[in-house]
């Protein structure tokens, strides 16, 4: 089952922050975040796994909160490279990376 | 440097040609890779795992015979779109991950294909 990614789009100024949220109805293992820019191939950010932990890669960071089976991506002091649509891919059975679901996406725009 | 190549980039056929679609890890021998389907605007889409040196798994509605895998080596694997139609127009991506090193590992995208059947 898809998890549902909120919001579908959100268009930032230079230096703002953003929240995009990964929900799911289904327990889960782990979450993968992704970003994919307009016509390339998605880009690895960063794995969650159960355990309600928070990983960070210079101002990008990530929480996992197991209870509410939900993932949520912190984007701080965005810039224009941040540009993109951002997937969350859950993991509904242990599997890891060999079966991931991936949401439909939102779309990041950081305007100057 | 690049993790995985796959090509081509863009391919623009007549209908009822076949496309082949080549995907090589270049960093790890990867004795998985997936297969994906991206339609404009919207999410991955898994079509298959492909298995060194057995059959491929299939997603629920993903055509075997539609669209045929061979993954005959530990760095390539193959996707060939047989007697393409326009509805099978889409960007097909690749990916490869590290399985020696656990199952929570990163998945590196190949670049795509757009394949565009006329």
């Known amino acids: 089952q898809q998890p549902v990614q909120s919001p579908q789009a959100v268009i930032l100024r230079e230096g703002e922050d953003a929240v995009i949220n990964c929900s799911s109805s289904k327990a889960l293992y782990s979450v993968h975040w992704y970003r994919q820019k307009h016509g390339e191939a998605p880009v690895f950010l960063m794995i969650?796994?159960?355990?309600?932990e928070q990983k960070g890669h210079e101002k990008i960071s990530a929480s996992f909160n197991e209870k509410k089976q939900q993932s949520s991506l912190y984007l701080t002091a965005s810039q224009l490279s941040y540009s993109g649509t951002y997937f969350c891919?859950?993991?509904?059975?242990?599997?890891?990376?060999?079966?991931?679901?991936f949401g439909k996406g939102t779309k990041l725009s950081v305007i100057p | 440097g690049a993790v995985v190549s796959q090509h081509p980039s863009w391919v623009i056929c007549k209908s009822g040609t076949s496309v082949k679609i080549e995907c090589r890890s270049l960093?790890?021998?990867?004795?998985?890779m997936f297969w994906y389907r991206q339609f404009p605007k919207q999410s991955l889409m898994l079509m298959a795992t492909s298995n060194e040196g057995s059959k491929a798994t299939y997603e629920q509605g993903v055509e075997k015979d539609k669209f045929l895998i061979n993954h005959a080596s530990l760095t390539l694997s193959t996707l060939t779109v047989t007697s393409a139609h326009p509805e099978d127009s889409s960007f097909y991506i690749c990916s490869v991950t590290n399985i020696q090193r656990g199952s929570n590992q990163p998945q590196h995208f190949g670049d795509g294909t757009r394949l565009s059947i006329l």
């Open positions: 891919g859950t993991d509904f059975s242990g599997a890891g990376s060999y079966q991931l679901t």
């Open positions: 960093d790890f021998q990867a004795t998985t």
């Open positions: 969650l796994l159960k355990g309600g």
